[in-house]
C-alpha cells in the first residue's frame, strides 16, 4: 500500500499514537467510572491515527477503508464522552439502562451506515479524490444519516459539558478546576469542527481540523492525569478535608517559611503569609520557636491572655520526612482547647471540692458516734444510776454543773452539724440588711459570758457607740461572731482577755477578734483559707469539731467578705472579717 506521508499525515499519526499510549496507561490506572476518559481518548486517537493514514494516501480504496476505522472513534466519540460525565458526576447508570441504550443507539447505527454506505449513502450520497500539491483527500457530499450523526454529537457532548457544569458549579477549587478542563475537552474540539461542517474554514479545502483539536486536547488532559493526578480523589479529598477540620493548618519547609497560612489564631493576621519566616511569625511564642527545630513528634499548649480573655491554644508539631529521614518541612496544628482546658480546671476543683465533702462527711459521721454518742450517753448513764440509788441525790447535784458544760458542747456541736449540712446540702438564702455590728457584738459578749467566766478570761466590746453598719445577713454574721469568739475562750488561757473591734477600711467595715492564746500554726492558717477541716485541743484540753471556722470562712464568702487570720504560736490570734459596709 502507497503512502505519501507529508506534514498533516506524520503529525496526525504520532500524536494519535502518543495519545492512544496515554490513554492505556490511564485505563489502567484509574478506577471507575473515570476510566471512561480513557475510552474517549482512544476513540479520538483511532479518529486521529487513521485520519493520518488517510490524508498518506492516494488509492480511493484505501482511503475508504481507512475512514471506515476512523468512523469506530468517530462514532462513539460523542456517546463515550456522555458515558464520562455520567459516571465523573456518579450519576447511577443502574438503573437507567434506556439511557446507556440509547446513548449508544445512534452511534452503533452510524458505525453500521458506514460499513454498508455502499448500499443506501446514507452517510456519503457521492465521492471523488481530489489533489492539493502533494495531498490527496476524499471530497464528499453528505447523506442525512451524517447530519443526524452530527447534530447527535453535539447535543451529547454539550449535555455531557452541563450535566458536570451542573454537578460542579458550587464546589471546592479542585474541582472548579477540572470542571473548566473538562469544558475545554468538550468544546474547543467542536468548536474546530463547526468552522469544518459549515465551510468557514478548511485548510486546502478537504482538511479538517477536528482531529487536531481532539488529540491537542487529550494529550494535555492525559498528562495532567498522569503528573498531576487530575481526576485523582486525592486533591479532591485534600480539600474537602482542609475545608472540614477545625485545625488549624500551617506547612513550613526546611527553612521555616510558611505555606498555606491560617489566620485564625493570630492577632496579627499581616504576619502571616506564604514565604514569612515562622521564626518571625512566632517570635510571642518562644516556647513554640524552642521546638520547631525538634525532628520529634511534639505537643504543647499555648496560653495567651488573662482572665475572661485567655485563650489557650494546642499546637502538634509533624515533622515531614521523606523514606530516607530527609527531613523536608513540618506541619503545625492549631487547636484552640480554651472551653476544654477551663472544663477540665472546673471538673477537677469540682473532684477536689467532691473529695474534701466527703472526708468532712467521713469525719462528722465519726464527731456523731463518738463526740455526740458520749455525752449522751454519760447523762443517761449517770439518770439510770440516780434511779436504781447507785448515786444519791447530793452526788447528783455535785455533777450537774459538769452536766450542764456537757449539754452545752453538745449543744453547740449540733448547732454546727445543723448549720454545716444546711449550708452543703441545700444552700442558704442570703438577706442582706443593714445593721450596727457593735449590737451583734454586745449580744454575742452576753451569750458567751458565762462560759468566758468559767475559766476567768473576759470578753471586751471595743467599739465606738457611733453606728457600725454593715450589709450583710444579720443571722450569719451572728454565728461567724459566736464561733469566733468561743473559739478565742477554748483557746485562751485563763485570766486572759478578748478583745472584739471594728473599723472603716476602704469600702469594708473590717471585724477583729482577738485573743491572748495558744496561736495557730502556718500550715492551720493555710487549710483555714483553703476551707480544709482540721481540730486541735483547747487550753484546757477541750474538745474541738473543726466545724467552726469552715461555717466562718463560708458564710464569709456568701456575704461578699473576706477572712484573714494572723496568729503567733503561744502568743495569740486575730480574726479579721471584711464586711460590706452600709451606705
Not at 437507567?96 to 441504550?101: A, D, N
Not at 457544569?165 to 474540539?189: C, D, E, N
Request: charged fraction near 20%; include cysteine.
Amino acid at each position: 500500500m502507497d503512502l505519501n506521508v507529508n506534514i498533516f499525515s506524520i503529525t496526525l499519526i504520532f500524536s494519535g499514537f502518543l495519545v492512544a499510549f496515554l490513554s492505556v496507561i490511564i485505563a489502567l490506572k484509574m478506577d471507575g467510572g473515570t476510566k471512561w476518559v480513557a475510552v474517549t481518548m482512544i476513540c479520538g486517537s483511532i479518529w486521529g491515527v487513521f485520519y493520518g493514514f488517510e490524508l498518506a494516501s492516494k488509492d480511493l480504496d484505501a482511503i475508504l477503508f481507512y475512514i471506515k476505522i476512523q468512523y469506530l472513534g468517530i462514532s462513539f466519540l460523542a456517546a463515550s464522552w456522555l458515558i464520562f460525565s455520567f459516571k465523573y458526576t456518579e450519576i447511577d447508570l443502574t438503573t437507567q439502562k434506556t439511557v446507556v441504550f440509547f446513548t449508544l443507539l445512534i452511534p452503533v447505527i452510524t458505525y453500521t451506515l458506514v460499513v454498508t454506505n455502499d448500499y443506501h449513502h446514507l452517510i456519503y450520497e457521492s465521492y471523488e479524490l481530489v489533489t492539493f500539491g502533494t495531498i490527496t483527500g476524499l471530497k464528499a457530499k453528505v447523506g442525512l444519516w451524517y447530519f443526524v450523526h452530527v447534530i447527535y454529537s453535539y447535543l451529547a457532548f454539550g449535555l455531557g459539558n452541563f450535566i458536570i457544569w451542573k454537578r460542579f458549579r458550587y464546589s471546592g477549587q479542585t474541582f472548579k478546576t477540572q470542571t473548566q478542563l473538562l469544558f475545554i475537552a468538550g468544546l474547543f474540539p467542536i468548536g474546530f469542527n463547526a468552522l469544518y461542517q459549515f465551510g468557514i474554514y478548511s485548510p486546502l479545502e478537504i482538511i479538517d481540523l477536528t482531529p487536531y483539536a481532539f488529540l491537542f486536547t487529550y494529550l494535555i488532559i492525559g498528562i495532567a492525569i498522569l503528573r498531576y493526578h487530575l481526576f485523582s480523589i486525592k486533591p479532591i479529598a485534600k480539600d474537602i478535608i482542609f475545608n472540614a477540620i477545625t485545625k488549624g493548618v500551617l506547612v513550613l519547609d526546611r527553612k521555616h517559611n510558611i505555606n498555606p497560612a491560617i489566620h485564625i489564631f493570630f492577632d496579627d493576621q499581616e504576619s502571616i503569609s506564604i514565604g514569612v519566616n515562622a521564626k518571625m511569625t512566632f517570635r510571642p511564642y518562644p516556647e513554640l520557636l524552642n521546638v520547631l527545630d525538634d525532628l520529634t513528634k511534639q505537643e504543647l499548649n499555648i496560653s495567651s491572655g488573662h482572665g475572661d480573655d485567655q485563650r489557650v491554644v494546642k499546637v502538634a508539631i509533624i515533622p515531614l520526612e521523606e523514606k530516607r529521614s530527609t527531613q523536608k518541612g513540618t506541619i503545625i496544628l492549631f487547636e484552640e482547647i480554651t472551653e476544654e482546658v477551663k472544663t477540665k480546671e472546673l471538673l477537677i476543683a469540682q473532684k477536689n471540692e467532691l473529695e474534701q465533702l466527703n472526708n468532712l462527711k467521713d469525719k462528722y459521721f465519726g464527731i456523731i458516734s463518738h463526740d455526740l454518742k458520749g455525752p449522751i450517753f454519760g447523762i443517761k448513764a449517770l439518770i439510770h444510776h440516780t434511779q436504781t440509788g447507785l448515786i444519791s441525790n447530793e452526788e447528783f447535784i455535785e455533777l450537774l454543773p459538769e452536766m450542764s458544760k456537757n449539754i452545752d458542747n453538745v449543744s453547740q456541736l449540733l448547732e454546727s452539724l445543723l448549720t454545716w449540712t444546711s449550708l452543703q446540702f441545700r444552700g442558704e438564702q442570703v438577706i442582706l440588711e443593714s445593721f450596727d455590728v457593735r449590737i451583734a457584738m454586745i449580744r454575742q459578749q452576753q451569750l458567751l459570758n458565762q462560759m468566758a467566766n468559767e475559766k476567768n478570761i473576759s470578753i471586751l466590746v471595743d467599739v465606738p457607740e457611733s453606728e457600725f453598719n454593715i450589709l450583710a445577713d444579720k443571722n450569719m454574721v451572728d454565728l461567724i461572731l459566736r464561733n469566733l469568739v468561743n473559739n478565742a475562750v477554748k483557746f485562751s488561757k485563763p485570766s486572759s482577755e478578748i478583745k472584739l473591734s471594728a473599723e472603716i477600711t476602704e469600702g469594708y467595715t473590717k471585724i477583729c477578734v482577738e485573743d491572748s492564746g495558744k496561736g495557730i500554726s502556718s500550715e492551720d492558717i493555710k487549710k483555714i483559707a483553703d476551707g480544709i477541716s482540721f481540730s486541735t485541743r483547747g487550753y484546757n484540753n477541750e474538745n474541738g469539731t473543726g466545724l467552726g471556722l469552715i461555717l466562718v470562712r463560708e458564710y464569709t464568702k456568701k456575704n461578699f467578705g473576706k477572712l484573714h487570720v494572723e496568729s503567733i504560736i503561744n502568743v495569740g490570734s486575730k480574726f479579721y472579717i471584711y464586711l460590706q459596709s452600709a451606705v
